[in-house]
């Protein structure tokens, strides 16, 4: 197809497409003649992914070319992908130097073994989530270490979820775009069902019932 | 204390101080002298809470600004204040108008009356959830909604260990205050252990051990 027709069924603008290719996110068509390319479904779906992990992850567009790569790269495994696609996904690992990140970051390296977890206590995630504890002991919540077990059995689920998914659905060329598909979007998705789960539950516990023809401002 | 010595507590400099008070998001010190103001608790708090809102939950100066003049409303309920901390975590509720969409809002309304939650499929995390599942399904993964109920178990028990540890745990004056700090914060702390999880499972499955002393690149 032309870059007209592949924008039509995508919904990215003709000048948005030339930008990505120039940028390496999207392979170059096939040139039919001296100033016109085709375009393949290949070109379609790659599109839909960059839209989706664009406007659904927000990633941004150097981010969305590293993932890319490593989706492109033959010789990368499985699971070495779908961290630099997680990765993506965190504030990259900056540490902090202080007493109360050195606790943070024992507190994360005993649930990691506690929890026989094959990950490494440097992983840009482990130090994301020392990050987050050191905040919220300055906050004076760091009592919520206490709740982090149930925090895990939630995770842990979400990410068996995740690959029997995966395992069940995914022909294996595909699986490694599957795998950063899913780290994205099905981040985005447990973000909004916890906010749905957040505000019922809080409303059983301290407000009134939301009447069904009540729209929340 | 004098401003000096607020910056030295919380980490924040100087002129970002000012900065905050002039947008409001901190109130202004006590005026000691016509050129001097001295601050107590109540401002080292708040600074810290603005700092773990930008740094940790990724959240602008502006969408701050409501967050706490949300948390400052003594008239709006708790289950409201939480509804706005989490609205700004998503994507501001922005529905498209295709097929793909009505269907995946079907979806997310049949889940929400299925599971007994208590609100509204206006939501705007009812609104974020249903783009995501058109996202997947224009990808090709529609056959994803099929796990959708093992992440809702999983979302509801991280709801229950965030109400538990805030009725146990947070007198009720600073309750609003934690439920905003947990939306945000525990997002956080969940998204860092569903990757330290997925690393762990996907290795188990596809990959060879990560020896404890190879550092992830």
């Known amino acids: 197809m032309r870059i007209g027709e592949l924008s039509r069924k995508t919904g990215v603008p003709v000048p948005t497409i030339k930008y990505y290719v120039r940028e390496g996110l999207l392979p170059p068509g096939e040139l039919t003649s001296p100033n016109q390319a085709a375009y ?3 070109h379609e779906r790659r599109l839909q992914l960059i839209r989706a992990l664009l406007e659904v992850g927000g990633m941004k567009v150097a981010e969305i070319a590293d993932v890319l790569a490593a989706i492109d790269d ?31 970051r024992a507190v994360v390296a005993d649930l990691i073994s506690r929890r026989g977890w094959r990950t490494h206590e440097s992983n840009p995630a482990a130090t994301d989530l020392s ?20 925090y895990a059995d939630a995770a842990e689920q979400v990410a068996r979820a995740d690959l029997r998914y995966v395992d069940q659905r995914v022909a294996v060329e595909d699986m490694v775009e599957a795998v950063v598909v899913g780290t994205v979007l ?24 939301v009447p069904q023809e009540q729209k929340p401002s």
Chains 1, 2 share one sequence.
Not at 78 to 96: F, N, P, Q, W, Y
């Open 40 to 42: 393949g479904e290949a």
């Open 186 to 209: 099905g981040e985005a998705v447990f973000s909004a069902l916890r906010r749905l789960a957040h505000v019922s539950a809080s409303a059983k516990l301290y407000g009134t019932d």
């Open 131 to 150: 990050e987050v504890l050191a905040a919220l002991d300055r906050l004076g919540h760091g009592a919520f270490a206490e709740v982090l077990d149930d």
């Open 74 to 104: 033959p010789e990368r495994p499985v699971h070495k992908v779908l961290g630099t696609a997680a990765d993506r996904l965190g504030s990259g690992g900056i540490e902090h130097d202080d007493a109360g990140s050195a606790a943070a």
